[in-house]
């Protein structure tokens, strides 16, 4: 799992960049390159303990039912420095699995399920669509999109392997989720710009995707 936060900005910052840039034509690997600059290296999830959901009710109905399924709220948490979006975390500890409920400044919210590995590998379900964004290896992500809570943890139990499941709890999924963000980040400054990625991002973008 790519962090869906560093998804949905990358997107943005990609489709805003080429837009900036095509009148100057110039190579989509600098688009991909400069897009990639403005996305930050790292986060630091910085607990709200009162946060005035825009569709309180939306947000219910996607915590109420994995609450039911043995997950405990581990808190909401705006991300820093990254303005404007808010993720509420879920946690099973007995599962080994963790929920990501977001708030995007724009009308609109996601959430995830995410089992990680010892050996780094990640299996996610997620009720976003897939945006063409490129992962590092070993992220597997299964893309349900508009799916409710109740799908998506379905899914997650029936598809996911259980062996070597690393542990998540409410005291180590904020770590975790800045590690993960970090280290993906890193993976795909490494890796450098993508034409490729570039075209795929705005298409899908176009098409409301």
């Known amino acids: 799992m790519l962090p869906w936060i ?65 997950f405990v709220n581990a808190g909401d948490f705006q991300v820093v420095p990254i303005k404007g979006i808010v993720v509420r975390l879920l946690t099973h500890a007995g599962e080994a699995m963790y929920a990501c409920i977001y708030e995007y400044p724009r009308p609109a919210t996601s959430m995830e399920i995410v089992s990680r590995y010892r050996d780094r590998t990640i299996f996610t379900c997620t009720n976003s669509p897939d945006r063409g964004v490129e992962h590092r290896p070993g992220i597997r992500i299964v893309h349900l999109t508009g799916a409710d809570a109740e799908t998506l943890y379905g899914r997650m139990v029936r598809e996911r392997a259980r062996m070597d499941l690393m542990p998540v709890d409410s005291a180590t999924v904020t770590g975790l989720f800045e590690d993960l963000y970090a280290s993906d980040k890193a993976w795909r400054e490494q890796r450098g710009g993508s034409a490729a990625e570039v075209v795929r991002v705005a298409t899908r973008l176009r098409a409301g995707k």
């Open 6 to 70: 560093l998804v949905a900005v990358l997107a943005l910052f990609l489709a805003i960049t080429l837009l900036a840039l095509r009148r100057y034509e110039k190579p989509l690997e600098e688009v991909s390159r400069r897009a990639e600059a403005r996305v930050p290296s790292t986060i630091r999830l910085e607990r709200i303990e009162s946060h005035a959901w825009r569709d309180p009710d939306l947000i219910a109905g996607m915590t109420n039912p994995l609450l039911a399924h043995g």
